[in-house]
């Protein structure tokens, strides 16, 4: 490949974008204002412009992989599409320019949106109402951790420092469980890759402040046993969290809220179809049952029933807090409220149809090429294959599988993860996804099948066609290098 230059190697003294006046800021006033010491004396940036910069830019972008340019079957991540038309709502100016600091009088239709998202989703899930403010699925669980930490100790009931987790649990459930003060109590999963219940009521005592459940489950399946699992916690004292990240595959289908589920956490970044920025911002919105609703963090949105005006409550004596600078990502949430308005009911039961069509697709598909990681019936939003077979056969891993799959151009699945499927290999397509592209994966997915048998070393040493092949990957996420550059040490 060829190498481009980097935007300091194009620079060239002299060379502007453009001009800007001279600085009318003496510099006896800037040292007062900020000290000397703050005070830079040079800044070597490149000199380069205008188009040197779009060229450079625009090339690096390029090299992203994005849901707008491929098939993306990252599971656990609802890489779904995200309709334009929800950047269009978001970018109406009378959204895109509030201010955070002005009147609430003056914002009214935000503060609506924030109140009507608030009830869809509510209703959606089966609770009582929402709180829009987490950035993310794992601040969510943290809110939701703290919450029922106050609930707890709010009746007296100091005891309770146990959260209960399956071991199929995404990471962040264990970790928010504990960064809130909480002992993480792990249960095994059973054979089929659901709680086990003798396991959980073995875990359960008057020590159990909550019970963190993922439905469906991280393996992709749904927890037939959820009414009993409920039971048995509230029973035992304590309140069941929904991590609802695979809520897609429920949508306009089951709630759980009716399932006996007391708060859950929803990405509007997954199943809403949100931009999954980079790190943010998201939304990790959490809907409680009424027996939460005291310590939803501050401020909540309130409707006057007499005037219909909206407004912020921050007197809300039993409040956590604040989790949250303002009120969360607004701008998520109108893209949020775009999408359910304009799918509507049927549309988001049509969403979770066929979120979970697809997955089974792909499952009936693959499974003569691969194992499937637990046999039942059907799935739901997702399949979890395992590599076992391949690594077994020619030592072929998981991760090479993934890696070959990038010269296809397409982007991996979800690997080595749940931790309880040895190489997994998890694959959400979402709804969004036409047959023939899914076809295109499966054919994709065979034929590195066949690879694996025949020419083992060509996957170990994959991905061939990308700008960097294998990196330290422990290294790569211990110590990120956001800084561009040079790839080729010879032209270094
Ligand atoms: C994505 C995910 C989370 C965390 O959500 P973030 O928005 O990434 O913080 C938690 N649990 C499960 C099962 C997930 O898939």
């Known amino acids: 490949m060829d190498h481009e230059p980097l935007i300091f190697e194009r620079s060239r003294p002299g060379r502007v974008g453009s001009n800007l006046p001279e600085c009318d800021v003496p510099r006896a006033n800037a040292e007062d204002l900020l000290g000397k010491e703050n005070l830079r004396g040079k800044l070597p940036l490149p000199e380069v412009s205008e188009l040197d910069v779009v060229r450079h830019f625009t090339r690096l972008s390029h090299r992203n992989y994005s849901i707008d340019t491929g098939f993306y079957p990252l599971g656990s991540c609802t890489m779904k599409y995200n309709p334009r038309i929800n950047e269009r709502t978001a970018a109406l100016p009378g959204f895109a320019s509030l201010h955070p600091l002005q009147p609430a009088e003056t914002a009214q239709g935000a503060l609506e949106l924030i109140y009507l998202l608030q009830q869809h989703l509510a209703g959606i899930c089966g609770m009582y109402t929402t ?52 002992k993480v109590k792990g249960i095994p999963s059973n054979s089929r890759g659901c709680t086990d219940l003798d396991a959980l009521r073995a875990a359960l005592g008057d020590d159990t402040a909550a019970l963190m459940l993922t439905n469906p489950n991280t393996v992709g399946l749904f927890e037939s046993d959820i009414v009993e699992i409920c039971r048995l916690v509230h029973e035992a004292g304590g309140l069941v969290y929904c991590d609802g990240a695979n809520m897609n595959a429920m949508l306009g289908l089951t709630r759980p809220g009716d399932m006996g589920f007391d708060v859950m956490h929803f990405n509007l970044h997954k199943t809403f179809s949100t931009p999954h920025g980079g790190g943010g911002p998201g939304c990790g919105a959490v809907s409680v049952k009424q027996l939460l609703e005291p310590y939803l963090p501050v401020p909540t949105v309130v409707k006057d029933a007499e005037s219909g005006a909206y407004s912020f409550d921050h007197n809300r004596p039993k409040s956590i807090g604040k989790i949250h600078s303002f009120y969360g990502a607004f701008l998520i949430a109108v893209r949020a ?18 979120a979970v069509i697809n997955a089974n697709y792909v499952r009936s598909q693959l499974q003569d090429s691969y194992d499937v990681a637990y046999n039942s019936p059907i799935c739901m939003h997702e399949v979890v294959l395992t590599a076992s077979r391949q690594k077994q056969q020619s030592g072929v891993r998981a991760l090479d599988i993934s890696k070959r799959l990038m010269d296809y151009g397409i982007h991996p699945p979800t690997n080595y993860f749940p931790l309880i499927v040895p190489e997994a290999l998890m694959i959400e397509p979402t709804e969004t996804e036409s047959k023939q592209t899914i076809d295109e994966f499966i054919k994709v997915m065979k034929q590195i099948a066949i690879e694996a048998v025949e020419r083992p070393e060509l996957l170990k040493g994959a991905p061939h066609v990308t700008p960097v092949s294998r990196l330290d990957e422990t290294l790569a996420v211990k110590s990120l290098d956001l800084r561009y550059e040079p790839l080729f040490e010879d032209e270094g």
């Open 131 to 182: 709180t829009l403010q987490p950035s993310a699925g794992a601040h969510g669980e943290l809110l939701s951790m703290m919450m029922i930490h106050a609930y707890h100790a709010d009746r007296g009931d100091s005891k309770r420092n146990v959260v209960v987790i399956p071991d199929s649990a995404h990471g962040t459930n264990p970790a928010s469980a504990a960064s809130c003060g909480f």
């Open 337 to 354: 409220y775009t999408y359910i308005r304009a799918l509507g009911p049927e549309g988001l039961r049509a969403v979770g149809e066929n």
